[in-house]
């Protein structure tokens, strides 16, 4: 149900907006990330209105979360990457459309490395 896309390489300091289709547009969305050897992290979330939002401490400043409900499309805007920001990072949606800890749907994900 989630097609998460626009992941690649880039050196530090640079930028990538991932994109992640969803099958609704009442979801809430979220992204996430997983480097080896460390957990999943939640980097950003966003409610099904777009109205509110929610960025780790890591990431602030740096990324951008935002929809577009008429594409079903959520993206993930990451500027002045760092190499400690690579990972896999898998968009997940929420049925209930506000932020919240547990997620419903899972994408499969896509690569970011940052390199120094």
């Keep these: 149900?989630?097609?998460?896309?626009?992941?690649?390489?880039?050196?530090?300091?640079?930028?990538?907006?991932?994109?992640?289709?969803?099958?609704s547009s009442t979801y809430a969305m979220g992204w996430f990330r997983q480097a080896p050897g460390k957990e999943r992290e939640l980097v950003?979330?966003?409610?099904w209105l777009g109205t509110s939002r929610y960025y780790a401490d890591s990431?602030?400043?740096?990324?951008t979360i935002s929809r577009?409900?008429?594409?079903?499309?959520?993206?993930?805007?990451?500027?002045?990457?760092?190499?400690?920001d690579t990972a896999v990072y898998l968009c997940a949606a929420r049925r209930?459309?506000?932020?919240?800890?547990?997620y419903d749907y899972w994408g499969q994900g896509t690569q970011v490395t940052v390199s120094s």
């Design 44 to 47: 950003a979330a966003i409610n």
């Design 96 to 102: 209930s459309g506000q932020l919240g800890e547990e």
């Design 1 to 23: 149900q989630l097609q998460a896309s626009g992941g690649g390489l880039v050196q530090a300091g640079g930028s990538l907006r991932l994109s992640c289709a969803a099958t």
């Design 68 to 84: 577009d409900n008429i594409k079903s499309t959520v993206y993930l805007q990451m500027n002045s990457l760092k190499p400690e």
């Design 59 to 63: 990431v602030k400043g740096r990324f």
